[in-house]
């Protein structure tokens, strides 16, 4: 698998500043002007243009995860950079002012995540985090006890003693995903089985009940550690089951399973915040 892009952080979106009291006075003298000449026949003064809304608090972004959050499955990086599913969560949750990293490393586990993902994630000091692990670990063989303890010390971490306010999402169903009916021997055209070799595919029941026990690990990691959980698992309709939601890999989502992923976890951030 490729190694980790470091994305440069987002530009500042913008500010809007002050009138000092020499300005304003300026501004009532030709704003009086104006009105005089507009008696004596001038022309009438222009509208004003659009309000430009304020910039929010310059808050920092970090995104942890593996291939789905890299955006593995967008066939090229300046779609990666666009359409990748923490990039539309930032532009449709966050304000101007905020900064963006995407950490992501494709193809790497809770473990390795807590070596390559989270010092640098750390270092830009984020007040808010997603974090969405389970597919790559859980085709890897991880166990569920072990996968739930590598991510209560991902979380533990970045949420920095309860100054980051941090998201995580647990694991779709996925039993109707291409790449996982290939594991059974149903033929998609340029789809491969992604489960290493040595590591057996179980029965359906048992890959379900193997997702259900990572979604349980994910939620008491969630309550233990006061993070939001984003439950894409009520919602794998919408992410994993339809063709179009889906990359042509097989495994990883289309732009719109990550516009519906984004959906949801800017959804739980904003109840979570108005609550």
């Known amino acids: 698998m490729a190694g980790a892009t470091r994305r440069a952080p987002a530009r500042s979106r ?8 020499s300005v304003a006075k300026l501004v009532g003298t030709v704003a009086l002007a104006v009105a005089c000449a507009s008696c004596a026949g001038g022309p009438p003064p222009l509208a004003s243009g659009p309000t430009i809304p304020a910039a929010g608090r310059p808050v920092v972004y970090a995104a942890l995860g ?4 890299a955006g593995t499955g967008l066939n090229d990086t300046s779609l990666r950079a666009r359409y990748a599913w923490p990039q539309l969560f930032f532009n449709a949750a966050l304000p101007r002012a905020a900064t963006y990293y995407n950490f992501a490393v494709p193809g ?3 473990e390795a995540a807590l070596r390559e993902e989270v010092p640098p994630a750390l270092a830009v000091h984020p007040g808010i985090v997603t974090v969405f692990f389970s597919i790559d670990d859980l085709v890897q063989g991880v166990s569920p006890t072990t996968f ?9 971490a970045m949420r920095q003693g309860g100054r980051a306010r941090v998201l995580v999402g647990n694991a779709p169903a996925i039993d109707t995903l291409p790449a996982f009916l290939a594991c059974r021997g149903v033929s998609f055209e340029g789809v491969h089985c992604p489960v290493l070799a040595g590591v057996t595919i179980p029965p359906t029941q048992a890959v379900d009940a193997a997702v259900s026990a990572y979604d ?16 894409l698992r009520a919602h794998s309709d919408q992410i994993t089951a339809h063709p179009e939601d889906v990359a042509p890999d097989g495994l990883h989502p289309s732009p719109l399973g990550d516009q519906m ?4 976890f800017a959804t739980a951030f ?3 915040r108005a609550g």
């Open 14 to 21: 913008g500010g809007r500043g002050t009138v000092r009291p």
């Open 66 to 69: 593996a291939s789905e959050t």
């Open 108 to 110: 790497t586990t809770t």
């Open 148 to 156: 739930g303890t590598n991510l209560d010390a991902i979380v533990h």
């Open 216 to 231: 349980a690990a994910i939620a008491a990691v969630v309550a233990r550690e006061g993070a939001t959980l984003v439950d």
């Open 261 to 264: 992923i984004a959906r949801l």
């Open 270 to 272: 904003e109840v979570k």
